[in-house]
């Protein structure tokens, strides 16, 4: 909801401030005053175009800026967060600039943007209805939406499983487009897997094998110097059995040991030394017996050595190839060969997704069918309820159309182009509606259609200008209670010159002419009940205290509120 509006040098608006509030507030004020300019301040606010001719002469800018209240957690304020904008404890603050030379500047939540995101944002906001200003159900699609909201629930249903079935044909669609498009590539893929996987095959390399193979080249490579090591190590602590004397590690660890076994008894500490010489012993003895097996082990196998050296070769091939080591080429294999499953299943694939297509073309085919029913039905039940609004709102020889017809193409929302259509007079052809009425017919027939499409429009703030223009009596009654009816589910703003549409609002805002002919600081102003009766019988009689005047207003007004109860 639109909370509040400034506007500074625009037209003949200076420095003019609106306070707006639910319900169905208007707006009024002399000829001449700035009342357009109101509805032409809104146009801007939402992304309308920037005309430099509107910047009040001897201001170098015009700039209008909103306060807006939205939900937090709607899509207004998801749609702010992605232009990088912020709400301040659930309040929107958008600004537009037009500079005397024609330079246009908008920042929205803080942060500058692109005017078209304030016209993308106004979609969800805002519709301004006036001569001048953008017709948002002028626009095909939006009536289209409009009027399968206005259909109900059962369309909505039928709606749902199309576009459900709509989503996923377009999904098989692209698939198919893909495995199609790119068979060559798939077969060159498929080709470079086989090879690969055909390679590792005959290798049949072994999870860690290039470690042992490496442990086992180096082993063999250094026999003698392996068996010489361990020869010279097991005779340093067991002796050359063909010696004369044995110096040997062993033989004079077992003296040591005999020496101290003879006194161990004698002194705990002694037997504590000797216990560590008989560990020592142990340990030597096994190593001594290792050291032996050990040396009768080492062979020079230059043969193995070959093989070892030539496995460790093709292993280094595979590695160079499908991954830094063998348990990576295996991944590597596991890989391919899900891909190549994948692959040489394509043909079965496409016999599966060309046969789903089909049935999903047929499910679109019935429901899209459906659709074009329901949106038909809805349509007559929609356009003759307009054409009796427009009676009531002198427009007696009016007659709406909506069109229906089926496209050759399917999309997200059927193939259905909706269209709009009034004959102004009998017997003339149905136009669309920006060509079938003049700007203030227009505006009357944006309200009887917004009237019946009340609840099914989701957008929350709706703007009309010369809705009035060339009616009065009882039809600018009739334009009253329904501009009261429609404010019972959105916020209206009215630009009138007529007091029986006044009459109706909830709020009432008067834009007054300072002496200079312009509208200062405090030229707008909301009206109390007293000071409405004195407006309504200035737009009566021209005399804002003329008693006959004054009596006709109150009259006014009590027939209104008495309207407005009993709607």
């Known amino acids: 909801m639109l909370e509040e509006v400034r506007i500074r040098g625009l037209g003949v608006i200076d420095d003019a401030v609106l306070e707006l509030s639910p319900g169905f507030t208007a707006v009024t004020g002399e000829t001449g005053a700035g009342k357009t300019m109101v509805v032409t301040g809104l146009g801007l606010l939402f992304g309308g175009r920037a005309d430099p001719q509107r910047v009040r002469p001897g201001a170098d800018r015009a700039v209008v800026e909103g306060r807006l209240a939205v939900a937090e957690d709607g ?71 409009s009027l ?41 893929e498929a080709d470079m897997l086989r090879f690969g996987l055909e390679e590792i095959n005959t290798a049949e390399p072994l999870p860690g094998e290039e470690a042992e193979l490496l442990a086992e080249e180096t082993r063999l490579a250094h026999a003698d110097s392996l068996r010489i090591a361990a020869t010279t190590a097991n005779q340093a602590l067991t002796g050359d059995p063909a010696a004369e004397v044995q110096a040997d590690v062993v ?14 008894e004698h002194d705990a500490d002694l037997a504590s030394v000797a216990d560590r010489l008989d560990e020592v012993s142990y340990v030597l003895g096994d190593a001594a017996t290792e050291l032996a097996s050990y040396a009768e082990s080492v062979e020079a196998d230059p043969a193995r050595l070959a093989v070892v050296q030539e496995r460790r070769a093709l292993l280094g091939q595979l590695c ?17 060969a899900k891909r190549l499953t994948e692959l040489e299943g394509d043909d079965d694939r496409l016999e599966e997704l060309r046969a789903e297509e089909a049935e999903l073309a047929g499910r679109m085919e019935e429901l899209a069918t459906e659709l074009t029913g329901l949106r038909r039905q809805a349509a007559e039940r ?17 007659r709406v159309e909506v069109r229906v017809e089926p496209g050759e193409e399917f999309g997200p929302n059927g193939r259905d182009e909706v269209e ?25 027939v944006m309200l009887a259609i917004e009237v019946v499409f009340a609840g099914a429009d989701p957008v929350p703030t709706f703007v009309f200008d010369e809705v009035d223009a060339g009616v009065g009596g009882k039809a600018a009654v009739e334009i009253g209670r329904r501009l009261a009816r429609l404010a019972r589910r959105a916020q209206v703003i009215v630009v009138t010159h007529l007091p029986q549409v006044a009459a109706f609002a909830d709020n009432h805002l008067v834009v007054r002419k300072s002496s200079e002919g312009t509208v200062t600081a405090s030229g707008v ?43």
Not at 75 to 101: H, K, M, P
Not at 156 to 162: G, K, P, T
Not at 529 to 545: K, N, P, Q, V, Y
Request: glycine share 8%; proline share 3%.
């Open 75 to 145: 899509r207004v304020a998801e749609r702010v967060a992605e232009g990088g904008g912020e709400l301040d404890e659930g309040v929107l603050i958008l600004n537009r600039t037009v500079s005397a030379e024609g330079r246009s500047r908008a920042t929205m939540g803080g942060r500058s943007a692109p005017v078209s995101l304030l016209a993308y944002l106004a979609d969800d906001l805002v519709a301004v209805h006036g001569q001048s200003d953008q017709q948002r159900l002028l626009r095909t699609d939006r009536q289209r939406s």
């Open 148 to 188: 399968d909201r206005y259909a109900g629930p059962e369309l909505a249903r039928v709606l749902a499983s199309y576009s459900a079935a709509y989503r996923r044909h377009r999904e098989v669609a692209d698939e198919l487009a893909e495995i199609t498009e790119r068979a060559r590539e798939r077969v060159q």
């Open 251 to 264: 033989g004079l660890l077992a003296a040591a040991r005999q020496a101290l076994g003879a006194v161990r």
């Open 320 to 336: 160079r190839k499908y991954g830094e080591t063998a348990d990576d080429v295996l991944a590597w294999a596991r890989d391919a």
């Open 420 to 444: 709009l259509l009034m004959a102004p007079h009998p017997g003339s052809p149905a136009l669309p509606l920006n060509k079938g009425a003049s700007g203030g017919e227009l505006s009357r």
């Open 525 to 567: 102003a909301r009206l109390d009940t007293a000071a409405r009766a004195r407006e309504l019988s200035r737009m009566l009689a021209g005399m804002e205290d003329s008693e006959l005047g004054r009596a006709h207003a109150e009259e006014l007004l009590a027939m209104a509120e008495k309207a407005r109860s009993e709607t």
């Open 382 to 398: 929609f356009a003759a309820a307009v054409t009796e609004e427009l009676t009531a709102l002198a427009m007696p020889h009016a």
